[in-house]
């Protein structure tokens, strides 16, 4: 049942709870801004904190009559709650002791005073599970010889509801006006403390009031820097003959310097392992590489704030510092926004503190890709000194440059990638790029480039396409195996191999990958045509016993329903495929690009050449000869090397030799 009692208790548990709340008040801009400082000063995160508007904010217009916010900010109490139990347990975990949660029980007591000619009574309710003062001990506390009455109900009253910190009178007593307390004040020299020396009462004599305490200081000028919970403690329990302090200057606060917040972490070291949503940790992942994109803010400056002044006990100023201002350090490719706090990036890349200034670096470097550096994933151009590993991959919205050689792993990038030695797949490993391609050498590894790919070597049973151009070049110059597509052009000095022990296809005129797309639209199209006649068939069986029967039962006849919904889909998705498949067939024929093969050396026999969609298969080898399109045909021609390309511009950036 809810009670007084236990309304009381728990209005004093709230109370308890606020006062362990930690408050601060921040000026800045914006809201948000606010929020930040704070967030910093209280050392949590935006998401935990709870505010007050004590002065609303304005943006300004055109810059004139802004007025920036302020606002009272405090951890919600129930992050502060968990974090004090956090911080518990880890204690007692680290002491390896284990401690019941108990609740304090503890029993209401109460002061008798005299003050002038009355007595007077203060009762403190109890907590918990306490017991009440007892009204029979206060009454027989307030007879003494001097005692001339009790109110009896008031104290009653008193005992059972309290007096809400306050003191009632309940009585009178024989007054000896000779035997009061004698009360003196003093003011430090330096105006720093008020304190206050009490004489104890003789008999019959009364104690010092709270605001004869208030009068005595007032006449000594005292305005400022009153401790009232001091006085109220010292009216409770008197301290006798030696001076106690009821006044003290209300010292001056330094503003604070002004900081870098930072939306990035500093310290590399504290960087950690991605995991996954069941916990585990992906050792290729390692996360060491902090990803901005241009136009991301990356740190903000928060001003530096004034001091507050503070004042002596009478009212006097004292000075406090203002808060030092300092410089933002900008690096290389960062720039300040608009309102010239925020420092935000102007590229693409990794952002970090070089020589303390926050710097975006364009480029990463390691020496290999493996378990030390894990997969990468990077905003910008990555250069890899050695090899790029089994089964890692890299990521990269500029170019992907490796000194050294390719396994079975996957490269992605924006820029153009370049491989000095090549790329060995082992029938998994794949290239993908819009640019161009640059390597060595291509084993058993798909290749896709949009623009050119270009070999010094071989390419041995892989899949390559290219929106432009493949290009071997080089003493072998070897195209052994594999299917390779190019709009424009593939040329190399020998293609196929020797006996035709390797099948070798190389396709040339037409748009690789909406080639690709068509063939996948007609296997696609190909399954929704049986799909469709295994639901027509079951369409007319159902139909045809609903016509005999005049009615089918109800499963049935949901499962009809169900059937003419699921063709009405697959027609739809058919109507839609085949637009797509015309639409692309239209593009095959209209390209303009006729396509070339080009072979300095030989044609191998057995090997594959579709110009646009007509086939020619080497029955037999052939030496120096271009493969072309011609009214309707392939057509052969003599190899004419000035009509090979020679020269491809060099990839964008490229920084090896």
């Known amino acids: 049942m809810v009670n007084l009692d236990r309304l009381r208790l728990d209005m004093e548990k709230r109370l308890a709870k606020d006062r362990e709340i930690h408050t601060v008040e921040v000026m800045a801009d914006t809201l948000d801004e606010c929020l930040a400082d704070a967030a910093v000063q209280l050392e949590t995160s935006v998401s935990n904190l709870e505010y007050e508007v004590i002065e609303k904010g304005f943006a300004g217009i055109i810059g004139l009559a802004k007025k920036p916010w302020k606002i009272s900010v405090y951890e919600n109490p129930d992050v502060t709650d968990l974090k004090k139990k956090q911080s518990e347990e880890q204690m007692f ?23 002038d000619a009355g007595l007077f009574l203060k009762v403190v309710n109890p907590v918990g599970n306490g017991k009440k003062v007892a009204a029979k001990e206060v009454i027989s506390s307030l007879k003494r010889a001097d005692t001339i009455s009790v109110d009896e109900n008031a104290v009653k009253e008193a005992c059972e509801g309290g007096t809400n910190g306050e003191y009632k009178e309940v009585g009178v007593y024989e007054h000896v006006a000779a035997g009061d307390a004698i009360m003196s004040v003093d003011v430090s020299k330096d105006e720093m403390q008020v304190t206050i020396t009490v004489s104890p009462p003789a008999a019959g004599g009364a104690e010092i009031t709270e605001d004869q305490i208030r009068r005595s200081v007032a006449t000594q000028g005292v305005v400022a820097g009153i401790e009232d919970d001091k006085i109220k403690e010292f009216i409770d329990n008197p301290v006798y003959n030696m001076p106690y302090e009821v006044a003290a200057a209300v010292q001056p606060v330094d503003g604070r310097d002004a900081y870098i917040a930072y939306n990035f972490e500093t310290d590399r070291s504290k960087l950690k392992l991605k995991e996954s949503e069941t916990g585990q940790v992906n050792f290729k992942e390692l996360n060491l590489i902090q990803n901005v994109v ?5 740190a903000q400056k928060m001003l530096p704030q004034r001091g507050k002044g503070g004042k002596t006990v009478f009212g006097r100023y004292l000075e406090a510092k203002n808060g030092k201002d300092m410089p933002i350090p900008l690096g290389l490719n960062v720039k300040l926004d608009s309102d010239g706090r925020t420092v935000v990036a102007e590229k693409n890349g990794q952002v970090m503190l070089v020589n303390g200034k926050i710097t975006v670096e364009e480029v990463y470097e390691v020496q290999g890709v493996n378990l030390k550096t894990g997969n990468i994933t990077f905003m910008g151009t990555v250069i890899c000194r050695g090899n790029v590993e089994d089964g890692f991959d890299i990521k990269a919205d500029g170019n992907i440059e490796v000194y050294g050689s390719v396994g079975n792993c996957h490269l992605e990038a924006e820029g153009d990638i370049v491989i000095s030695q090549g790329i060995m797949g082992r029938d998994e490993g794949t290239v993908t790029t819009p640019k161009s391609v640059w390597a060595r050498f291509i084993q ?74 068509l063939m996948e639209l007609m296997e696609m199209q190909s399954n929704l045509m049986k799909q469709l006649e295994d639901v027509d068939l079951n369409i007319a069986t159902l139909e045809n016993q609903k016509e005999i029967r005049r009615s089918l039962p109800r499963e049935k006849e949901e499962s009809l329903v169900n059937l003419r919904k699921q063709k009405e889909e697959i027609t739809e998705q058919s109507n839609d495929m085949s637009k797509e498949i015309t639409e692309i067939q239209e593009r095959l024929r209209e390209l303009r690009v006729v396509g070339k093969v080009n072979a300095s050396g030989t044609v191998y026999a057995g090997t594959k050449i579709f110009v646009r969609d007509e086939k020619d298969e080497v029955k037999s080898d052939v030496k120096a000869c271009s493969f072309y399109f011609e009214d309707g045909f392939v057509r052969r021609g003599k190899f004419d090397a000035t009509q090979v390309t020679q020269e491809v511009e060099g990839p964008s950036g490229y920084t090896t030799d």
């Open 444 to 517: 058993n590894a798909k290749v896709k480039a949009g623009d050119y790919i270009v070999v010094n070597d071989n390419i041995m049973n892989s899949e390559v396409s290219a929106m432009k151009k493949i290009l071997v070049r080089g003493k072998r110059a070897q195209i052994i195996g594999g299917h390779l597509f190019a709009t424009e052009e593939i040329s190399a000095k020998n293609i196929g191999s020797p006996g035709g022990g390797t099948e070798t296809v190389l396709e040339v005129g037409f748009d690789p990958e909406k080639k690709q797309r």
């Open 93 to 115: 975990a680290d002491d390896q002791l284990t401690e019941e949660i108990k609740v304090v029980d503890k029993d209401g007591y109460y002061y008798i005073h005299r003050f």
């Open 294 to 298: 241009a136009g991301q803010p990356l």
